[in-house]
Nanobody, 124 residues
Framework: QVQLVESGGGLVQAGGSLSLSCAYS????????MGWFRQAPGKEREFVAA???????YYADSVEGRFTISRDNDKNTVELQMKSLSLEDTAVYYC??????????????????WGQGTQVTVSS
């Protein structure tokens, strides 16, 4: 059974940094595209970053240059390193996994499995 568990969320001051981690339980992690999405109160879930099984990365314009997504296929984890955080980055962050051999997608429909989310709050 596939399970995704996010960790690393919390409270950080504007301008600070935070790293999120997502642990994947299941087979074939190395053949999955992985993504991070976020949802702020009153807003729709939006794409943040994605990484292909060949480690090609993709970013939303709003986080390009500030966030870095990476994966460790030995540990079955994907990380999202965030720096220069602003109030607009406050949201629940979700980790997502595609089907095997799936391509990275910027839409939620491109992912088959989701974590429960972790809260990131940026304060002024």
């Amino acid at each position: 059974q596939v399970q995704l568990v996010e960790s690393g969320g919390g409270l950080v001051q504007a301008g600070g940094s935070l790293s999120l981690s997502c642990a994947y339980s299941g087979r074939t992690f190395s053949r999955l595209a992985m993504g991070w999405f976020r949802q702020a109160p009153g807003k729709e879930r939006e794409f943040v970053a994605a990484i292909a099984w060949v480690s090609t990365t993709y970013y939303a314009d709003s986080v390009e240059g500030r966030f870095t997504i990476s994966r460790d296929n030995d540990k079955n984890t994907v990380e999202l390193q965030m720096k220069s955080l602003s109030l607009e980055d406050t949201a629940v962050y979700y980790c997502a996994a595609s089907a095997p051999w799936g391509m990275p997608s910027t839409t939620s429909s491109g992912y088959n499995f989701w974590g429960q989310g972790t809260q990131v709050t940026v304060s002024s």
